[in-house]
């Protein structure tokens, strides 16, 4: 009996297989339409584990400019558990 209730969990479910999210922070690279692949860290969004659906608020892909772009590669990001790290200022 692992089984556990669904509803008190505040974390949404994937549109697709119906998979857990897991929320977190991800480096993840977009394939644009008109350009090349560009690369972005520490983006916040939900990513399906079992289909590898990466789920990004809809403000922030357009913030990005990445309407109609395609996520072709996201992992989880461990760079937010450093930020509090002296001495290393990462080049913009
Ligand atoms: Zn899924």
Sequence with gaps: MTDRIRRSRPIETCRFCSGALMTSVFDTVFRDPE??????????????????????????????????????????????LQTGHAGQAPAA
């Design 35 to 80: 350009a090349d692949e560009r690369l972005f860290f520490a983006i916040p969004g939900a990513l399906c584990v079992p289909c590898r659906q990466l789920y990004v608020d809809q403000q922030l892909i357009g913030i990005l400019g990445l309407d109609g772009a395609r996520c072709t590669f996201a992992i989880e990001s461990d760079r937010v």
